[in-house]
């Protein structure tokens, strides 16, 4: 048996301990020879190892493997650094990993009893070794830039340093741009993510929506912080990449984030801004409360495709909500209400739940090192570009399956609609015998509700228009829904990468790590759930995240402890509350005359005796006696009377 050093000699001893239950101590420890012998006494085992000319290693000369004592519990070479080694994966998938949780993982996988402040310094111990890698991939950056560009050159990854130390990156693939520009609507929402390593930062991320409506991302950044300064980097560089310098024919979806808007006015001005419903939603929830009445009036108005709509629902809702109404326009009401939406997108979207698919696609790689998040990001895309593109090919469609379901729900609203033609290329829809009319177009594919422009997709309207022309409404769709069109934004292959031992080497000085960002007390890794999101209990329905409203003032925001109004003063004195009446001393002195008579004993209620004093009991005739134990469950009392125990 030889090792390579001591070092090495002694891993094998710790292991071995760990492994058999057995405390082993060194008896010798130096470079050059290495004993070590059982901690129990009198234990036979031994072994001794010393240095080889010949072979330049440790060779082990004596060993007696054999152990006459038992298995232990607790061993003093299990140390917190043998456990941050072992567990180093469980480590690097969560970092804060409970400590009690490592307690019970050692006993069940070994046997073996660790205690909490053994199992808080091998997590410490596991941060730093972990720390130590998320630094050194911040060096390989440059190594990386240029192995993407390798693949091909027409990919663009940029960085922003400050004095050598990491600041931001961007990356954007030439595959993924090429099919944005080919078979995408100009419509994509940006939104940004928490990254969950020791360096904090955000990732911010541009998605569209393909023919399908489902997401495809087109380029991401690593930034310090979310602001004005980082999102007008991003879209600056996302606009160079789409070639476009005002941002004119494209529409942008965001969630209100800081310092958004005010970048996309400075750097796209001329593309439309949508700002997503279902934030402004939650805002608004906070403020006012929730409830049914709320969400349905809310979302009818966020749904009103034409002015008179949007006019008729908001009147509706002021006039039970006055002061709802006035704040509901204050808040961007022209970004989020299709009425106001102009139809060069094609996209009548009223929320960014693309974005929030996308960072639940990328949740279990966020707490990684920078170079494996954007691998693994990379390479799921990869993944998702060939099989988006084999499912809808090895389909005999005309439209993608989810847009082909949107327009079956059209031709069954359709149901009861009456159609009249002009004899050119218009047609007037009427609902049944009522006065409900619209107005539909084949030559500009409009209608006068507007929700074919907004869309692309043939309304209920269009579908009774369609079927009086005895055409198919699947003929009606736009463009950018056909198989064919979905085809082009998938065409492109995604590049493969190498590995790092061949990545190409770079002329410049390794990148520096930001700062550590230590939060103070236990840090917040979870996302902070919206107002009336993730109801946990299917039984009964929690109140967490829930507006309180005070008892004191009625408002609602804060409860009655927190409320800056004087306390109410109850109204009247406090009802004193109802108390047992007692028995007269008459009745008392009546009903132990009737006991004396009858000769019952009575057991009267005592407290608890003393141990080794015996219990008191009462007699009609000679009161008070001590109780004599003269058989197995009989009792005897002095007058000879005898009672069977109980």
Known sequence: MEFENAIEFREAITNYCVRTGRDVRLTKNNAKKMGARCSANKCPFYIWASYHRGQGNLVVKTLIPVHNCGRLETLKKMRAAWIAKTYHIKFKV?????????????????????????????????????????????????????????????????FKLNNNVFERLYICFDAIKKGFLAGCRRFFGIDGCFL??????????????????????????????EDTNSWGCFLQLLADDLDTHDGRGYTIMSDQQKGLLKAISIVWPAAETRVCARHVYCNFRQVYGGGLEYRRDFWKIAKSTTMNDFNANMELFKAIKVEEGDDLLKRNHTKWIRAFFTSQSECDCIDNNMNEVFN???????????????????????????????????????????????????????????????????????????????????????????????????????????????????????HWYSKETYLKAYLFPLEPLNGPQQWPTSMYEPIEAPGCKKLQNRPTVKRKP??????????????????????????????????????????????????ATTPTQSTQTETTTSQAETGVLVAPKQKKQAKGKQPMYVNAQQGFAPMHNKGVGVYTYPNGFQRQAM
Not at 104 to 130: D, F, P
Not at 411 to 440: M, N
């Open 530 to 579: 919206s107002v009336g999101e993730n109801v946990q209990d299917n039984i009964k329905l929690s109140k967490k995240g829930l507006p309180h409203k005070c008892s004191n003032c009625g408002e609602v925001g804060h409860n009655k402890r927190k409320c800056s109004m004087p306390l109410k003063v109850p109204n009247g004195p406090p009802v004193a509350k109802k108390t």
């Open 360 to 478: 639940a696609y990328i949740l279990s790689s966020r707490h990684k090192p920078i170079i494996t998040m954007l691998e693994d990001i990379r390479e799921s895309l990869m993944e998702r570009l060939h099989k988006k593109r084999d499912f809808i090919a090895n389909k005999d469609i005309l439209i993608c399956p989810r847009i082909q379901k949107r327009l079956e729900k059209a031709k069954l609203d359709a149901r009861g609609w009456l159609a009249f033609w002009d004899g050119h290329f218009s047609y007037g829809v009427r609902e049944g015998a009522t006065q409900v009319r619209y107005a539909v177009s084949f030559l500009d594919r409009t209608c006068s509700c507007n929700a074919w422009q907004l869309s692309g997709v043939p309304c209920n309207h269009a579908v009774t228009a369609i079927w009086k022309a005895m055409e198919h409404p699947e003929h009606y769709v736009s």
């Open 94 to 158: 969560n970092p804060y990993l409970r400590c009690r949780e490592i307690v019970e993982t050692i006993w069940t996988e070994h046997g073996i009893r660790v205690s909490l402040w053994m199992a808080l310094k091998a997590r410490r111990k596991a941060q730093n070794l972990i720390l130590g890698e998320y630094r050194e991939q911040y060096s390989l950056l440059y190594r990386y830039a240029e192995e993407i560009k390798r693949s091909n050159p027409r990919n663009t990854i940029k």
């Open 196 to 225: 969950k390593g020791p360096f904090g930062g955000q990732l911010l991320v541009a998605v569209r929506r393909d023919g399908n409506n489902q997401m495809y991302p087109i380029a991401w950044a690593c930034v310090e912080v």
